[in-house]
């Protein structure tokens, strides 16, 4: 158990650094069409032609429509088909980011990061439970067993850095023998009126009685130059906003994004970070507690050329 309190368990089967790929049904590879997605979609294609099991991946990008880089959704595409791949888009129903933003009156920010939540996760669990009826349709009896792959590194940021590599997706209704100990230890808890502690949450992942999901993050201790050398090793295409000077593709605003990244952003999408800030003047509330937009669009106007972007801080 770590400090997140996030389910670790055993490796199944292959040794410390790679999951037993045989044993699930879907291996979802979550993309960005970014570096460390590509990293990522590389090495998983590795272990998963050694395994004979690429027919089970599905790769899916999470599109956020005008809130990401122009081109995204199709070069995460040209990534899939590269290697011969399963691809799906996944959204959320209903207005984009930045309308959504302006209809709850506020940014998301670090501590609540309801954009990754509506946006991401929510949407690719949608996915999950397509595939297990796809699978049960196919015959498939019991829980379906799901591997997320993701391309998170913990260079990124003191709270990928806590992230263990590879964990399971537990859950309140998840009825493994880890979560069912959890829930026993949760409802002692709450039957005294105490908080939950970490270690004794089953958390709310996207496991339950239909699907046993884990978590893998195969580049999660590499380093950025071994990303870009996978990258470059890859022969595939990199998007353009990293020639422009942008150290990573998410959204082009993201809120855990560096100000100097902010800054370049703001040069090279212009009229996006004015309709930003004019959610900001509409809502009365921040981009940032640290920083709006309007103070970064005056930053980049200000600024001829961003000469060093740095990484995120989140
Ligand atoms: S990239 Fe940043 S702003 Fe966009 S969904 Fe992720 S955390 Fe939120």
Same mark, same amino acid.
């Given at each position: 158990?770590?400090?997140?309190?996030?389910? #670790?368990?055993? &490796?199944?089967?292959?040794?410390?650094?790679?999951?037993?790929?045989?044993?699930?049904?879907? *291996?979802?590879?979550?993309?960005?069409?970014?570096?460390? /997605?590509?990293?990522?979609?590389?090495?998983?294609?590795?272990?998963? @032609?050694?395994?004979?099991?690429?027919?089970?991946?599905?790769?899916?990008?999470?599109? &956020?429509?005008?809130? #990401?880089?122009?081109? @995204?959704?199709? +070069?995460?595409?040209?990534?899939?088909?590269?290697?011969?791949?399963?691809?799906?888009?996944?959204?959320?129903?209903?207005?984009?980011?930045?309308?959504?933003?302006?209809?709850?009156?506020?940014?998301?920010?670090?501590?609540?990061?309801?954009?990754? /939540?509506?946006?991401?996760?929510?949407?690719?669990?949608?996915? *999950?439970?397509?595939?297990?009826? $796809?699978?049960?349709?196919?015959?498939?009896?019991?829980?379906?067993? *799901?591997?997320?792959?993701?391309?998170?590194?913990?260079?990124?940021?003191?709270?990928?850095?806590?992230?263990?590599?590879?964990?399971?997706?537990? /859950?309140? @209704?998840?009825?493994?023998?880890?979560? !069912?100990?959890? !829930?026993?230890?949760?409802?002692?808890?709450?039957?005294?009126?105490?908080?939950?502690?970490?270690?004794?949450?089953?958390?709310?992942?996207?496991?339950?009685?239909?699907?046993?999901?884990?978590?893998?993050?195969?580049?999660? /201790?590499?380093?950025?130059?071994?990303?870009?050398?996978?990258?470059?090793?890859?022969? &595939?295409?990199?998007?353009?906003?990293?020639?422009?000077?942008?150290?990573?593709?998410?959204?082009?605003?993201?809120?855990?994004?560096?100000?100097?990244?902010?800054?370049?952003?703001? !040069?090279? !999408?212009?009229?996006?970070?004015?309709?930003?800030?004019?959610? #900001?003047?509409?809502?009365?509330?921040?981009?940032? +507690?640290?920083?709006?937009?309007?103070?970064?669009?005056?930053?980049?106007?200000?600024?001829?050329?961003?000469?060093?972007?740095?990484?995120? $801080?989140?």
């Amino acid at each position: 158990m770590v400090s997140s309190g996030q389910l #670790e368990i055993a &490796l199944p089967g292959l040794g410390p650094d790679v999951p037993d790929l045989t044993s699930y049904r879907w *291996i979802v590879a979550n993309v960005s069409a970014g570096k460390d /997605s590509m990293a990522m979609l590389a090495e998983l294609m590795l272990h998963a @032609t050694a395994a004979g099991v690429v027919d089970r991946i599905v790769v899916v990008h999470a599109d &956020l429509g005008d809130a #990401e880089w122009d081109g @995204t959704r199709d +070069l995460a595409a040209e990534h899939a088909a590269a290697y011969g791949l399963r691809f799906e888009i996944v959204a959320r129903t209903g207005s984009g980011l930045l309308d959504r933003i302006e209809e709850r009156g506020m940014f998301p920010s670090a501590d609540n990061r309801w954009c990754t /939540s509506d946006f991401k996760r929510g949407p690719v669990r949608r996915l *999950i439970t397509a595939l297990v009826r $796809e699978a049960e349709a196919a015959g498939h009896v019991g829980p379906v067993r *799901i591997l997320n792959v993701m391309g998170l590194r913990a260079e990124e940021s003191p709270a990928r850095r806590k992230l263990l590599a590879f964990t399971h997706d537990g /859950s309140w @209704t998840c009825p493994c023998a880890e979560c !069912q100990r959890r !829930q026993r230890k949760a409802k002692w808890y709450k039957a005294r009126k105490l908080p939950v502690p970490k270690h004794a949450n089953p958390g709310w992942g996207a496991s339950n009685t239909l699907r046993y999901v884990d978590t893998w993050l195969p580049v999660h /201790s590499w380093s950025t130059t071994e990303v870009w050398t996978a990258v470059w090793a890859s022969g &595939l295409r990199v998007h353009p906003a990293y020639a422009a000077g942008m150290p990573r593709l998410s959204c082009v605003f993201c809120v855990l994004a560096s100000r100097s990244a902010l800054v370049r952003a703001a !040069q090279l !999408q212009p009229e996006l970070a004015a309709r930003y800030a004019l959610v #900001e003047a509409k809502t009365g509330h921040r981009f940032r +507690l640290d920083v709006s937009m309007a103070e970064i669009i005056a930053e980049a106007e200000a600024s001829p050329e961003v000469a060093a972007v740095a990484c995120w $801080e989140g």
